[in-house]
């Protein structure tokens, strides 16, 4: 019986092993992640990855002061895109348990997906912050009381790096930084116009620096370099013709090796404001030339402007013929207020390029800025980002993704890889329906691997105790044969 017992246990914990990685499995799907801004996400093969962003402090956090209101955040994070799934519960992949978190505390970089094997998601630029150094500071309460050396301690965690470059490496999950880099790479700034073309070089304009990125003056550029992942190289493109230095810009590239760089700000001289962009005047460089130009585009309905923007996102369609720019702030160096309007098509098919409103249905969302956008078959993803006002600085933060179904202009609640709700009008419908099966059917599985365990560990204790008290009654007869005769 002992044995038979003991083989049950050897059978029992193999049961629960595969219980335990099984919910494991289904406990990733169950992770939240924080409203947040200024984060980074990349589309890898079926996958899309989101890192860092910064996150609002709770009232309730006593750090919380006029001067400290966000966090940043070092989390990755994943959402597959090969199922289906509703954006009220995306599922998405906690990876931040493993070296796959970002070695600093990261904001208002720009991230392009590339490299030789085609696995590497490449960080350029953004403000870094050393956490432990942050955390040690909050808990300083010589500091937290007294806001001028708060500010000045603070001051010192940004910059925790010199290095402009660094990849995460999607399937080893961990990140590096480029070995033996060839060439001089530009000094480290934030809010860069980056893009990289199919053959792995990626182009890197403009940007700023200021306090957060350890500079004490306030400072635009105009120059152009280009990293090639391939061969790990830099280059300073020194083209004629460049436009001001500026920061902001939403940058776009062409089949035809052209990049379109789109709104923004400029600066005439370092130390003075930056100025809001016109939309209608974008700058454009070929990559092939390697010319600087410029196209001033017109509005299809003179009624209506297109006001100037920061902080903004511009898709390219599939299709090649229309560029879908999405929210952004406006009143730069004030009060970061939304834009109008919000939703923006540049038609791109003809010239001179033509701007419209574009008109969209469903679910929308509110007016965002530093969100992000991701081109995904036939939806634009939109994720997190600040919820921004007619009036106001922006309070409040985005927790939530949207997607834009291109070809029917339609914000749709469920994600379906391949299908369009124009092509068949019951997609949602059905979606939300399969979608909320697959929900009960883990809810049910989870429920079940619970009951199992839980009996397995009963069958196990029982089957312990069980040994136990054969060995005590094994005992007990030995000292009863050996007991002399009275």
């Keep these: 019986m002992v044995k038979m017992c003991v083989q049950e246990i050897k059978s029992s914990k193999i049961i629960l092993f595969i219980i335990i990685i099984t919910l494991k499995a289904f406990g990733n799907a169950v992770f939240v992640p924080e409203a947040r801004a200024g984060h980074v996400a990349v589309i890898v093969g079926d996958q899309i990855y989101f890192m860092g962003g910064s996150r609002l402090i709770p009232?309730?956090?006593?750090?919380?002061?006029?001067?400290?209101?966000?966090?940043?955040?070092?989390?990755?994070?994943?959402?597959?895109?090969?199922?289906?799934?509703?954006?009220?519960?995306?599922?998405?992949v906690d990876l931040s348990?493993?070296?796959?978190?970002?070695?600093?505390?990261?904001?208002?970089?720009?991230?392009?997906?590339?490299g030789p094997n085609r696995k590497n998601v490449y960080?350029?630029?953004g403000v870094q912050q050393d956490l432990a150094l942050l955390n040690k500071i909050d808990n300083n309460i010589t500091v937290t009381s007294n806001q001028t050396l708060m500010i000045e301690e603070i001051s010192k965690t940004y910059n925790?790096?010199?290095?402009?470059?660094?990849?995460?490496?999607?399937?080893?999950?961990?990140?590096?930084?480029?070995?033996?880099?060839?060439?001089?790479?530009?000094?480290?700034?934030?809010?860069?116009?980056?893009?990289?073309?199919k053959n792995g070089i990626i182009y890197i304009f403009g940007g700023r620096t200021q306090i957060d990125t350890g500079s004490p003056t306030f400072t635009c550029y105009n120059d152009l370099y280009t990293f090639n992942t391939m061969l790990l190289s830099w280059q300073n493109i020194n083209a004629v013709n460049a436009?001001?230095?500026?920061?902001?810009?939403?940058?776009?590239?062409?089949?035809?090796g052209k990049i379109l760089y789109i709104g923004g700000v400029s600066q005439t001289q370092p130390g003075l404001v930056a100025e809001l962009i016109d939309m209608k005047n974008i700058s454009v460089f070929d990559t092939i030339s390697l010319i600087w130009s410029y196209k001033h585009a017109v509005l299809r309905d003179n009624s209506i402007t297109i006001q100037p923007r920061i902080a903004h996102t511009a898709t390219l369609t599939s299709d090649n013929n229309e560029i879908i720019i999405i929210g952004g702030n406006s009143n730069y160096g004030y009060n970061l207020t939304a834009v109008a309007p919000i939703f923006v098509s540049l038609?791109?098919?003809?010239?001179?390029?033509?701007?419209?409103?574009?008109?969209t249905s469903g679910d929308k969302p509110p007016?965002?800025?530093?969100?992000?956008?991701?081109?995904?078959?036939?939806?634009i993803i939109i994720a997190f980002g600040n919820i921004t006002s007619d009036s106001t600085p922006p309070v409040e933060m985005n927790s939530r993704i949207y997607l834009l179904d291109i070809p029917c202009k339609t914000w749709v609640?469920?994600?379906?890889?391949?299908?369009?709700?124009?092509?068949?009008?019951?997609?949602?419908?059905?979606?939300?329906?399969?979608?909320?099966?697959?929900?009960?059917?883990?809810?049910?599985?989870?429920?079940?691997?619970?009951?199992?365990?839980?009996?397995?560990?009963?069958?196990?204790?029982?089957?312990?105790?069980?040994?136990?008290?054969?060995?005590?009654r094994s005992k007990q007869t030995s000292l009863r044969k050996v007991e002399p005769l009275q």
């Design 160 to 197: 925790a790096s010199d290095q402009f470059i660094y990849f995460y490496q999607s399937d080893a999950e961990f990140w590096s930084y480029p070995q033996d880099q060839v060439g001089i790479p530009p000094t480290r700034r934030r809010s860069t116009s980056t893009i990289i073309d």
């Design 367 to 379: 007016p965002l800025a530093v969100h992000t956008a991701n081109l995904y078959k036939n939806y």
């Design 243 to 256: 436009p001001l230095p500026q920061s902001h810009a939403a940058p776009v590239l062409l089949p035809n």
């Design 59 to 92: 009232a309730t956090n006593p750090i919380k002061s006029p001067i400290r209101v966000y966090n940043l955040s070092d989390e990755v994070f994943s959402l597959s895109l090969l199922s289906q799934f509703s954006t009220s519960n995306p599922p998405y």
């Design 413 to 472: 609640t469920t994600f379906t890889p391949g299908n369009s709700t124009c092509n068949n009008g019951s997609n949602i419908n059905n979606g939300l329906y399969i979608n909320s099966v697959l929900n009960i059917i883990k809810i049910v599985g989870i429920v079940v691997g619970i009951v199992i365990g839980i009996v397995l560990g009963i069958i196990i204790i029982l089957c312990i105790f069980k040994k136990i008290n054969d060995k005590n």
């Design 347 to 359: 038609s791109i098919l003809t010239e001179p390029y033509e701007y419209s409103e574009l008109i």
């Design 123 to 125: 960080l350029i630029g």
């Design 97 to 114: 348990d493993t070296s796959a978190r970002m070695k600093y505390g990261s904001e208002k970089g720009t991230a392009v997906f590339g």
